[in-house]
């Protein structure tokens, strides 16, 4: 194969791998705008059932996200990139079909299971696919087709709901199915080890139960009541579950979160601080379009192109601190981002009235918000893997996005709470905008101390043996499918 068609053939495969990851995150910010035509559809206004067509998603994702990686680091990196957005691609038709709420979180449910093991081994293959000195670049490109996509998936969003909210799913279809084939022919798979020990896919299993009872409990105490034995039953089935999934990271050879990361102080408060901004963030985007839409009655497109002001900031802002900031501390930075969040959530708190003033109500507080994650969003990502050595970058970025999805489902869950059952008042709305402002000043908080603590990655060296095989697991050297150990 000439050179020329060797770049060809590598920009088609980056074009395919970052594609994947973009459609993930699309779908992700088309369904909040979708909520109210489904809700209308399926005959109910329940908040709380509604919610789990995001929260499903999430925490699935979240739980499975590590346990994934792992298993196509062993098993092949293609094999499970392939089988991850054909299932996508797959359970994104059935959602279209589903004739009810809960088989619409049932068939997310297994959307979820397809994006966590497609997203990591994309990532995966993008760095093997590119030489050593791209991909650096390469992995930002990776990152930012999230940005990317929150910018136009509210748009996109509120465009296909005009249509029919199916077709908010059944876009994935075509475009899935082209990247599924495209990715066969053209995507190089890379050697893996087989001896590497298998993940715990129990672990993910079980952090999915404890989460999904906490936000059960949270999603359903205004209707079965705040001290009903369903509710209480639901939180001490979180708790058991947590325990039960303590006890199993400390003894599995491959555990979900290795205990070794959590040692190293500046690690452990990046996803402290991680975890409490996406709290901050899930608030943020789903309240206003909810506020958008049912106090102000505005139509799904219409709310698309009102809440895409401020994603679309987000990679501006990112580019910017990149160019103009390049020495500046990361926890200062994303310090600043949190509480230029908190300043719009209060904003926006006292300036909304009932009656429709986008300009003077809305557009100041979400263009700061924009601007906030785009501060926050990326240099957290980058200071949660600063102090990991290469050996456990990787399972790292599993761990950090894992929190960012639980961050989402806690806020979504804690906003669901807030509003109560029926239409909110504007009050309601107001108090789940002060408790977004006092997520993110607590954020701000945990990004000052991970910018202060300096923990050397010294624990990560009892885990020696899991880091050696994920090394040898990750060396991007292209093979001809066969698994080599």
């Known amino acids: 194969m000439s050179s020329h068609s060797q770049r060809q053939r ?90 009810g709420v809960w088989w619409l979180v049932t068939f997310r449910v297994v959307q979820a299971v397809g994006a966590a093991l497609m997203t990591p081994a994309s990532l ?21 087709t999230g940005a990317v996509a929150a910018a136009f998936g509210p748009a996109v969003g509120g465009g296909l709901v005009q249509i029919s909210w199916q077709t908010a799913f059944w876009i994935n279809v075509p475009i899935g199915l082209g990247l599924t084939f495209a990715a066969v022919k053209v995507v190089p798979d890379v050697r893996h080890n087989t001896e590497a020990p298998r993940p715990d896919l129990l672990g993910g299993a079980v952090i999915a139960v404890a989460t999904g009872a906490l936000v059960l409990g949270l999603v359903q105490g205004n209707d079965w009541g705040w001290s009903s034995g369903r ?29 070794a990361l959590l040692r190293i102080p500046s690690f452990a408060w990046a996803n402290i601080a991680q975890l409490l901004f996406n709290v901050a963030f899930g608030i943020g985007l789903l309240s206003r379009v909810l506020w958008l839409q049912e106090h102000w009655g505005y139509s799904a497109v219409r709310t698309g192109l009102a809440v895409a002001v ?22 200062r930075v994303v ?33 700061v918000s924009g601007i906030a994650v785009g501060l926050a969003l990326p240099q957290l990502t980058a200071a949660a893997t600063a102090a990991l ?28 709470g ?7 008042s504007l009050a309601r709305f107001q108090h789940v905008w002060v408790f977004m402002a006092a997520s993110a000043a607590a954020a701000a908080v945990a990004a000052l101390v991970m910018g202060a603590v300096r923990g050397p990655a010294v624990a990560l060296q009892r885990s020696a043996d899991v880091g050696r095989a994920t090394a040898e697991s990750s060396d991007p050297q292209p093979s001809s499918g066969r698994p080599t150990a």
């Open 10 to 99: 590598t920009r088609l495969a980056v074009a395919i791998l970052t594609g994947s990851a973009f459609l993930a995150s699309l779908d992700l910010f088309i369904v909040n705008v979708a909520f109210d035509e489904i809700g209308r559809d399926f005959g109910t206004s329940s908040l709380g059932s509604l919610s789990w067509i995001l929260n499903a998603y999430a925490v699935v994702y979240a739980a499975l996200l590590v346990p994934m990686g792992r298993l196509s680091d062993r098993y092949g990196r293609k094999a499970g990139f392939v089988a991850g957005l054909l299932v996508f691609t797959l359970a994104s038709l059935a959602c279209g079909f589903a004739p």
């Open 124 to 144: 995966g293959l993008l760095l093997a696919t590119l030489p050593a000195q791209r991909r650096a670049g390469g992995a930002r490109l990776w990152a930012m």
């Open 231 to 259: 509710v209480l039953a639901a939180w001490a089935l979180a708790v058991v579950g947590l325990a039960v999934f303590v006890r199993l990271i400390t003894h599995h050879d491959a555990p979900v979160i290795d205990p």
């Open 310 to 331: 401020g994603p679309a900031l987000v990679p501006i802002t990112s580019l910017l601190v990149t160019r103009l900031l390049p020495r500046a501390a990361p926890g």
């Open 335 to 367: 310090a600043l981002g949190c509480l230029l969040l908190a300043a719009g959530a209060l904003w926006q708190a006292t300036a909304t009235g009932d009656q429709p003033a986008y300009a003077t109500q809305m557009l100041g507080p979400w263009v």
């Open 389 to 416: 050595p290469p050996h456990q970058a990787s399972t790292g970025s599993g761990v950090v996005n894992m929190a960012r999805q639980l961050g989402l489902v806690v806020g979504t869950s804690i906003m669901v």
């Open 418 to 424: 807030l509003l109560g059952a029926g239409l909110p």
